[in-house]
């Protein structure tokens, strides 16, 4: 769902006239702010979910079609500001001098997806202690997989060019994709809507 070679594309073009200190200090806070805000939905967003009369089949249905929006943008190489930001932000962030919170840290890195994804996992994980540690241990190691690619978004993206991030992002859209699928299933199937068939 972060999508390390996207976010680090879409930042290499947001960054491109900045000093180099400043986008290392910038992705580096990028980052850890979404850490925090993805940390946060991890351990609290089943409470709140509950407190807002959200049950998990309805949140797993949901997480599961905008992972499906997303697989899909993927794939054919469009956006629909779902995970990246829409040309009104863009046009928006291109005029702020700290690009960590907006767009950076949330909606490229922590986006509504990767929120839903990081509750659904974490719910999946059902307090079991190591399942629980899985979960967050492939968080943190896409986080900091993130961060690398930010330091380095110039040298990869000219590395691929614009064809190879798209053929990365399109393979990652059809696995994408696949879990969304299996997302709406298991909402559907948890709902008990189709109890009576």
Same mark, same amino acid.
Do not use: W
């Given at each position: ?32 702010? @979404?850490?925090? %805000? $993805? *940390? &946060? ?6 409470? !709140?979910?509950?407190?807002? /009369? #959200? ?6 249905? @949901?997480?599961? %079609? $905008? *992972? &499906? ?6 794939? !054919?190489?469009?956006?629909? /500001? #779902? ?6 932000? @863009? ?12 767009? !950076? ?93």
């Amino acid at each position: 769902m972060i999508g390390p070679i996207d976010v680090a594309a879409v930042y290499a073009g947001l960054t491109a006239g900045m000093p180099p200190k400043q986008r290392r200090q910038t992705a580096i806070k990028g980052v850890l702010i @979404a850490a925090c %805000i $993805l *940390l &946060l939905f991890a351990f609290f967003g089943k409470s !709140l979910l509950q407190y807002l /009369g #959200i049950t998990l089949a309805s949140m797993r249905t @949901a997480g599961g %079609i $905008l *992972l &499906l929006l997303v697989g899909i943008n993927m794939v !054919l190489a469009t956006s629909s /500001g #779902i995970s990246s930001t829409t040309a009104d932000e @863009a046009e928006e962030a291109s005029h702020r001098a700290d690009l960590s919170v907006f767009p !950076l840290a949330t909606p490229l890195i922590a986006g509504a997806g990767t929120m839903g994804a990081v509750v659904l996992l974490m719910s999946d994980a059902d307090g079991d202690t190591m399942r629980t540690a899985a979960v967050i241990s492939a968080l943190l190691a896409n986080l900091l997989l993130s961060l690398m690619f930010l330091l380095m978004a110039t040298q990869i993206q000219k590395l691929l060019g614009v064809t190879g991030l798209n053929v990365i992002s399109r393979v990652i859209g059809v696995l994408l994709t696949s879990l969304a699928v299996q997302f709406i299933f298991d909402g559907i199937r948890g709902s008990n809507l189709l109890s009576g068939l």
